[in-house]
C-alpha cells in the first residue's frame, strides 16, 4: 500500500506539472488555435534565468521575480512570433513555428549552460512526510497550486463573461472586437500567461531534481497529446488525459512483472501508445459524444 | 414512352445534432429535367444536397442514383456513378491554374491513364476541349491563371464549364446566382439550359432568385421547415397562398 | 576529399528525403511530420535485418523497404482515421515514442549504445560509391517529380490541399491520394536513411528525431511552389547553410547546437516570411 500510494504521489507530480503545460497550451489554442509547443523550452530558460539569479543571490524573491519578467518577455516575444501566423490562419505552419523556435531556445541553453545537470537546492531536498508517503516540498507546492491553478482558470473559462470571451475569439476576431474587446491585447495576455505557468513548472522542475536543457520537452510534447487526446475545446478532458498520460505509464513500469523489465525509458513509447488507443477510440475527445461531420 | 428515373429519394430524414434538418423527403426526378428547389433560408436546402452526394450521412430512407442504391457509398464512388455537384462557395479551385481545374474534370469523366499528358494525340484532344470550354464564356484569355484572380462571376462560369466537362447523369446545382451580377446571370442561365438540352443533363437546381429559376425549371420543389412542402411547375407554385407568405411575408 | 563528398551525400540524401516531405507538406498539404520516424525506422530494420538476423543486403534491403512500406501504410490508415491536427500531433508523438522504442527495447535495438559496424554493400564500399549511387537516386526523382506535377496525381494533391470536399465531388478518393502520398513520402524518407546508416555505419535512437525534421520541414516549406528547380535550391541551400560555421573555430561540443540553432532560427524566419504568401497573383475578396 505504501509503495502504491508512493507512486501514486510520484506520478501525482509529474502529472501536474504535464497538466500546467496542458492547461497553458489550452488557453493559447483557444485564442490563437496554434499548439505553442516551445512552451516547453520557454520552462527551461525561465528555470535557468531563475537559477543564476540564485547563485549569485541566494533569494528566492530576487530570483522568483527575475524569472516572472522573463517568462512575461517570452509571452510578449511569442505573441507577436505567432500572431502572423493566426491571422493568416496559417495555423499549423504556426505549430512548425513554434516547434523550431523551442528547438532553437533549447540548443541557446546548451551553448550558454552546456549540456551537464545543474541544481538549484544543493543537498537533501526538503521532505514533508505524510507517513504513508513521502512528498518533496517542491513536489506539494507543485500539486497543491497547480491544482488550484487549474481549478480557477477552468471556472473562469467555463463559467465567466472573460471565458466566453477568450473561447470567441478564434471563432470570430472581428465580431469580438465590436464587441468593444481589445482581441490583440486578450491573445497577448493569455500568451504571457501560459508561459509564466510553465516557468512555474520550469522552476518547481529545477528545484525538485535538476536542470537539463531538454528537460521541457518530454513534458510539454506529453501535453500537447493530453491537448489533443481529451479534447481541444475541452478542458475537462484535458485535465483527464493529463493524468492518464501521466499515472497509467508510471504504474505500468512499476507493476509490471519482471521478465518484461520495463523501465523509466520506456515511459515516452506508453504514452505514445495510450495516445494512439485514445485517439483511435475516440478522434473527438474523451468527452465527446459521436458528432456529425456536416 | 417510359422516363428514366435519375434520382430518386425515398422518406428522407437528416439529423444534424439535435436538429432534425430533413423530415420524410420523398421525390423524384428524370431524365433530362430541370427541378428547381425553393425555400426559406435554413429550411435544409444545401444539407439535402449534401446528403444526396454524402457530405453528411442519411438517419433513415434512401437516396437513388440511376436505381442504384448509394446510402453506404463515399462521395467520390457516387461522382463516379455520374452524379457531379457544385457548391454554395464554388466549386473550384482557386490555387490551380483554368486550365488545370478543367483538365481534372476531363481526366475523371474520360478516365483518362496517368500519362496521358506523354501522348501528342491525347494532349491535343484535352487542349482542344478546354479551349472550346474557356472560350464558350470568355476566360480563354486566362487559360494559365491561377482560377483565384478570376471575379466571383467568373468562379461560377468557369465552374459550370467544369460541370460540363465532367459528364455524369445528374447535376446539382447550389445557389448559381450568389454574388452574381444581373448580366452574368443571363450567360449562367444559358449554360444551364445549354447542360440540359445540348448534354441531356438532369439537373436539380437550388436558388433564391426565383425569377431566374422560374424561366428554367420544368418543375418546383418546396421545402418549408425541412420538409417537401408543395411540388408542381412554376405557375402551380406561384400561386401557393403559404408559399407567398412564407417568401415575402 | 572526404569531407566534400560527404557534403554531397548530405545534399542527395536530405533531397531525396525532401521529396517526400514536399509531396506531403507542400503540395498536399498534410502535415506528416512522421519522416524521421520512417528515416530512422528504415536504417534500424537494415542494421537489424543484417547483423542480428545475418541477411545478405539484398535481402535486408528489401525486406527493410517492405517494413518500412508497412509503417507508411499504418500511418496511412492513422490518417484516414483521425482529424487532420490529430494525425500531426500523433505523427509529431511518433518521434518521441520511436526514440523511446529504440532506447527500451536495446536486445533488438542496442538501446542507447545503439547499432554499430553497419557492412556496406560491395557496390557502395567507399564514400564516392555512395555519392554515385545516391547522385542517380536523385536525378531519377528529379525526373519523377517533374512527372508527378504533370500528372493527374499531382493535381490532386494540390486539390487535396485546397479541399478535399471539391476533391472527391470528383469521384477522386482524398483517402486513397492521401494514403499513397503517405506511403511515398515514408518510403522515400527510409531509402534516405538507409543511405545514410550506411554512410556513417552506425546508429543510435537519436538518428532522425525532431533535428531531422527541422531540415527537412525547411526544405519543403521553402519550396512550397509545384516545382523541382525551386526544390533543388532549397535543398542546397538548407544543407550548405550551416557548414558556414565550419569557418569559424567553435568548442566541438557546441557545434551541434549551434547547426540547430542556424536551422531553426531559419526555419523560423523562412515560415514567417512565406506565411500567407503561398499564392500568387490572388485576387483578395
Redesign the interface.
Known amino acids: 500500500m505504501d509503495f502504491f500510494l508512493q507512486i501514486l504521489v510520484n506520478s501525482l507530480v509529474t502529472g501536474t506539472q504535464v497538466l500546467l503545460f496542458a492547461v497553458s497550451l489550452y488557453l493559447i489554442r483557444s485564442v490563437s488555435k496554434i499548439e505553442h509547443v516551445a512552451l516547453g523550452a520557454i520552462a527551461t530558460f525561465v528555470a535557468y534565468m531563475f537559477y543564476v539569479v540564485f547563485m549569485f543571490s541566494g533569494s528566492f524573491v530576487a530570483s522568483g521575480i527575475f524569472a516572472l519578467g522573463w517568462a512575461l518577455i517570452f509571452g510578449y516575444i511569442s505573441f507577436h512570433l505567432l500572431e502572423k501566423f493566426y491571422k493568416n490562419n496559417d495555423t499549423l505552419l504556426g505549430l512548425l513555428a513554434s516547434l523550431s523556435f523551442g528547438i532553437a531556445l533549447e540548443s541557446l541553453i546548451g551553448i550558454i549552460f552546456e549540456t551537464d545537470a545543474k541544481s538549484i537546492l544543493d543537498g537533501v531536498l526538503p521532505v514533508v512526510d505524510f507517513g504513508l508517503f513521502r512528498i518533496t516540498t517542491p513536489g506539494l507546492i507543485t500539486v497543491s497550486m497547480g491544482l488550484v491553478l487549474t481549478m480557477i482558470i477552468a471556472f473562469v473559462v467555463l463559467r465567466t463573461p472573460y471565458g466566453r470571451v477568450l473561447r470567441s475569439i478564434t471563432e470570430n476576431n472581428a465580431l469580438v472586437s465590436s464587441l468593444g474587446v481589445n482581441a490583440g491585447f486578450v491573445r497577448m495576455a493569455i500568451y504571457c500567461m501560459g508561459c509564466v505557468l510553465t516557468g512555474f513548472v520550469g522552476v518547481m522542475i529545477g528545484l525538485n531534481s535538476a536542470l537539463t536543457p531538454f528537460m521541457g520537452f518530454n513534458l510539454v510534447i506529453t501535453g500537447f497529446i493530453a491537448l489533443f487526446i481529451g479534447g481541444v475545446t475541452d478542458i475537462r478532458g484535458v485535465v483527464v488525459a493529463t493524468y492518464l498520460l501521466s499515472l497509467v505509464p508510471e504504474f505500468l513500469i512499476n507493476y509490471s512483472p519482471r521478465y518484461l523489465d520495463f523501465s523509466a525509458s520506456h515511459k515516452m513509447f506508453f504514452v505514445f501508445v495510450i495516445a494512439l488507443v485514445c485517439v483511435l477510440a475516440k478522434p473527438n475527445g474523451l468527452f465527446s459524444k459521436r458528432i456529425r461531420k456536416s | 414512352m417510359k422516363r428514366k428515373k435519375v434520382l430518386g429519394i425515398e422518406n428522407l430524414h437528416v439529423q444534424l445534432g439535435q436538429r432534425m434538418i430533413n423530415e420524410d423527403i420523398s421525390l423524384e426526378v428524370y431524365e433530362g429535367e430541370i427541378v428547381g428547389i425553393i425555400g426559406p433560408n435554413g429550411c435544409g436546402k444545401t444539407t439535402f444536397f449534401n446528403a444526396i452526394s454524402g457530405f453528411v450521412p442519411i438517419d433513415t430512407g434512401s437516396v437513388l442514383i440511376n436505381d442504384q442504391e448509394v446510402n453506404n457509398l463515399s462521395p467520390n464512388r457516387r461522382a463516379a456513378l455520374g452524379l457531379n455537384r457544385s457548391f454554395q462557395n464554388v466549386g473550384v479551385f482557386k490555387e490551380l491554374t483554368l486550365e488545370e481545374n478543367l483538365m481534372m474534370a476531363i481526366e475523371n469523366s474520360e478516365k483518362l491513364p496517368w500519362n496521358w499528358m506523354l501522348k501528342s494525340t491525347t494532349r491535343s484532344y484535352v487542349n482542344e476541349k478546354i479551349d472550346e470550354a474557356l472560350e464558350d464564356v470568355g476566360l480563354r484569355g486566362h487559360k494559365k491563371s491561377l482560377a483565384g484572380v478570376l471575379s466571383g462571376g467568373q468562379l461560377r462560369l468557369l465552374e459550370m464549364q467544369k460541370l460540363k466537362l465532367a459528364g455524369g447523369d445528374l447535376l446539382l446545382i447550389d445557389e448559381p446566382t450568389a454574388g452574381v451580377s444581373p448580366v452574368l446571370r443571363n450567360e449562367l442561365a444559358a449554360q444551364i439550359k445549354g447542360l440540359s438540352k445540348d448534354h441531356g443533363r438532369t439537373i436539380v437546381i437550388i436558388e433564391h432568385d426565383l425569377k431566374f429559376l422560374f424561366s428554367l425549371v420544368d418543375r418546383i420543389i418546396v421545402f418549408v421547415d425541412g420538409k417537401k412542402y408543395i411540388e408542381g411547375t412554376p405557375k402551380e407554385v406561384q400561386a401557393d397562398k403559404r408559399l407567398q407568405e412564407v417568401y415575402f411575408g | 576529399m572526404g569531407y566534400y563528398f560527404s557534403v554531397l551525400i548530405k545534399i542527395f540524401i536530405s533531397f531525396i528525403q525532401a521529396v517526400g516531405a514536399h509531396l506531403t507538406m507542400s503540395q498536399a498539404g498534410i502535415?506528416f511530420l512522421a519522416i524521421p520516424v520512417s528515416y530512422s525506422f528504415m536504417g534500424y530494420s537494415l542494421a537489424i535485418l543484417q547483423k542480428k538476423f545475418l541477411l545478405g543486403f539484398g535481402l535486408a534491403f528489401c525486406g527493410s523497404l517492405a517494413l518500412t512500406f508497412a509503417l507508411g501504410l499504418l500511418l496511412s490508415y492513422?490518417y484516414v482515421?483521425?482529424?487532420h491536427?490529430?494525425f500531426?500531433?500523433?505523427t509529431?508523438?511518433?518521434i518521441?515514442?520511436?526514440?523511446?522504442?529504440l532506447?527500451?527495447f536495446s536486445d533488438l535495438t542496442g538501446?542507447?549504445l545503439g547499432i554499430s559496424g553497419i557492412m556496406r554493400p560491395g557496390f557502395m564500399k567507399a564514400l564516392p560509391d555512395i555519392v554515385l549511387v545516391s547522385g542517380c537516386l536523385m536525378l531519377t526523382l528529379v525526373l519523377i517529380e517533374n512527372l508527378i506535377f504533370?500528372?493527374?496525381?499531382g493535381?490532386?494533391l494540390?486539390?487535396l490541399?485546397?479541399?478535399e470536399?471539391?476533391?472527391?465531388?470528383?469521384?477522386?478518393?482524398?483517402n486513397k491520394i492521401g494514403t499513397v502520398v503517405i506511403c511515398l513520402a515514408s518510403l522515400l524518407s527510409g531509402i534516405a536513411g538507409s543511405l545514410e546508416a550506411l554512410r556513417i555505419q552506425f546508429l543510435d535512437p537519436t538518428f532522425g528525431g525532431?533535428?531531422n525534421l527541422?531540415l527537412i520541414?525547411s526544405i519543403a516549406?521553402l519550396s512550397m511552389k509545384p516545382s523541382v528547380r525551386t526544390l533543388v535550391l532549397s535543398t542546397l541551400f538548407v544543407v550548405l547553410l550551416p557548414e558556414v560555421l565550419r569557418f569559424f573555430s567553435f568548442n566541438p561540443?557546441?557545434m551541434g547546437?549551434?547547426r540547430?540553432?542556424v536551422?531553426?532560427?531559419m526555419?523560423?524566419i523562412l515560415?514567417?516570411n512565406?506565411?500567407?504568401k503561398f499564392?500568387?497573383?490572388?485576387?483578395i475578396?
Open positions: 502535415f492513422l482515421r483521425v482529424s491536427e490529430s500531426t500531433v500523433l509529431a508523438a511518433s518521441v515514442g520511436f526514440e523511446a522504442f532506447k527500451s538501446g542507447v504533370k500528372a493527374p496525381f493535381r490532386a494540390r486539390g490541399k485546397e479541399s470536399t471539391l476533391l472527391e465531388s470528383m469521384s477522386i478518393s482524398a525532431f533535428p527541422i520541414a516549406i561540443s557546441q547546437h549551434m540547430m540553432l536551422y531553426s532560427i526555419l523560423v515560415i514567417r512565406l506565411s500567407g499564392t500568387s497573383a490572388q485576387r475578396v
